[in-house]
């Protein structure tokens, strides 16, 4: 039990933040209608969940690599 627990701390330390990003498309929508909803949303589950989710969230494309 204990090589267990102490092999998932080890990747627990090494483990990078999740990223978020927003999905910009073509034929309308609100994606770009409220900048601070998602940066207030990570914040608030980063301090209250405990989660490492970068506090930049990036735009992608629909067909982008």
Do not use: H, R
Request: hydrophobic letters at 45%; one cysteine or more; proline letters at 6%.
């Amino acid at each position: 039990m204990k090589p267990i627990f102490f092999l998932f701390f080890l990747i627990s330390i090494f483990v990078n933040a999740q990223e978020i990003a927003i999905l910009k498309y073509n034929g309308g929508g609100d994606w770009y209608a409220n900048p601070t909803a998602l940066p207030n949303l990570i914040d608030f589950t980063n301090k209250n969940c405990k989660t490492a989710i970068s506090k930049n969230p990036t735009s992608v494309a629909v067909g982008s690599e």
